[in-house]
């Protein structure tokens, strides 16, 4: 389970960066200027959304434990390598960033519903599948989901300019194709 936690962490750590969910949170922070109550929403959100998550990728694979699934979600994580060297664009004007709520209300609810459908809580939805441990794997992820935003949010822009997207887009695409491929690699029983 240690396995579990650790992938979920990585994945999500390394694919977050440079993301739409990222970005919202350099605005925020910007905006509200408020880090404890927005790492606090970012955290519970986070939580939320990637438990639930978690739990579809459980049940999806206990509901379709066929050996076509389980090539599904090989593939699923190779896409998910590809997906990840797109960086995210993240439209300055968006309405999630105009709440009237306090900061960590306004924050709670961005980051839920803009998460929703991103490449994290695909991947989550995926390690669910994979790793069939609901509370595990969404641990893991949401750590990864603090360990890139917490600096984001305390350091917002002078962040970006330093450290490159790019490369760790690369690294993430990386981390994602090596598990497909292992996943692969188990499904056509190549392991031993």
Do not use: C
């Not at 991103?118 to 969404?138: E, M, P, S």
């Amino acid at each position: 389970m240690l396995s579990a936690f650790l992938t979920s962490t990585a994945i999500v750590a390394l694919a977050e960066i440079g993301d739409k969910t990222m970005l919202l949170a350099i605005i925020l922070a910007a905006r509200l200027r408020a880090p404890v109550p927005i790492l606090v929403g970012i955290l519970a959100a986070t939580l939320a959304n990637h438990a639930l998550a978690a739990l579809v990728g459980k049940e999806a694979a206990a509901l379709l434990d066929a050996s076509w699934f389980r090539l599904a979600v090989a593939l699923g994580f190779i896409a998910m390598a590809a997906w990840t060297l797109v960086p995210d664009k993240f439209d300055d004007d968006d309405a999630a960033v105009k709440s009237h709520g306090g900061a960590f209300l306004t924050t709670l609810v961005a980051f839920f519903f803009v998460e929703m459908g991103d490449k994290t809580q695909v991947a989550t939805i995926a390690l669910g599948a994979r790793y069939q441990a609901v509370g595990i794997v969404a641990a893991g992820t949401t750590l990864g989901m603090m360990l890139a935003n917490t600096p984001a949010v305390l350091f917002g822009e002078a962040l970006t300019r330093r450290v490159s997207l790019k490369a760790t887009r690369t690294a993430a695409a990386l981390l994602f194709l090596m598990l497909g491929l292992w996943q692969l690699a188990e499904w056509a029983n190549w392991l031993p």
